[in-house]
């Protein structure tokens, strides 16, 4: 599983940086805990039904993602079926969701921080929206090529992990993989990505 969203993330590290300011801390920290919000909240909750994640990063949902571009939607999605919408927040920068049928569900950040990444991913867990529902196990972190990439499972567990029963038609306690990543400023368009994989049965 983490194969497949590393395998994800190479390929659009190869795309050019794009001119950007590069933002201060606390923007960094906010577009960092506005990131960890959309994954949580579209991605980990949805996580094995994509009509409903598709809903959930409607317009008309509770964050107000936009649609983007064709040629947008395949330069992230690469040949995969699946979504690409936009959120901007004045302000802020932008928050891209790249989700695929297969079961992998990333977001992109324009701005992002290793350090408030990782401070809010732990509240989502611990006292956020999957509280009770899920431990984060940090696997290892490590600088490669520049970007510092830290590897985490979700460990469902009590309500979440009947609700993946149901939804997956298994125990429900299978880990879900969650890879992070965040780069220098200008090295390349979205410093910071996040991506969960739950890879779906054919």
């Known amino acids: 599983m983490r194969r497949a969203a590393l395998a994800l993330l190479l390929a659009l590290l190869a795309l050019p940086a794009g001119a950007q300011s590069p933002g201060g801390i606390a923007i960094r920290d906010e577009t960092s805990r506005l990131a960890v919000a959309v994954l949580g909240r579209i991605c980990v909750l949805n996580v094995g039904d994509f009509n409903a994640l598709n809903i959930a990063a409607s317009p008309t949902g509770e964050f107000g993602f936009s649609e983007v571009a064709p040629d947008v939607a395949e ?86 992990a009947r609700d993946l029963s149901r939804r997956l038609a298994d125990d429900g306690s299978q880990p879900l993989a969650l890879v ?19 890879i779906l049965k054919k």
């Open 75 to 160: 330069t992230f999605l690469k040949g995969r079926p699946g979504l690409v919408r936009v959120l901007r927040r004045p302000g802020l920068g932008a928050v891209t969701l790249v989700a695929g049928r297969d079961g992998i569900c990333s977001v992109w950040s324009e701005y992002g921080d290793s350090i408030s990444l990782q401070r809010h991913l732990l509240a989502m867990v611990e006292r956020g929206g999957l509280k009770g529902g899920a431990q984060l196990l940090a696997l290892d972190a490590r600088d490669e090529a520049g970007s510092l990439i830290a590897d985490y499972y979700l460990m469902p567990s009590d309500w979440f």
């Open 180 to 198: 992070t990543s965040v780069s220098p400023p200008g090295r390349r368009p979205m410093e910071a990505m996040l991506s969960v994989s739950r």
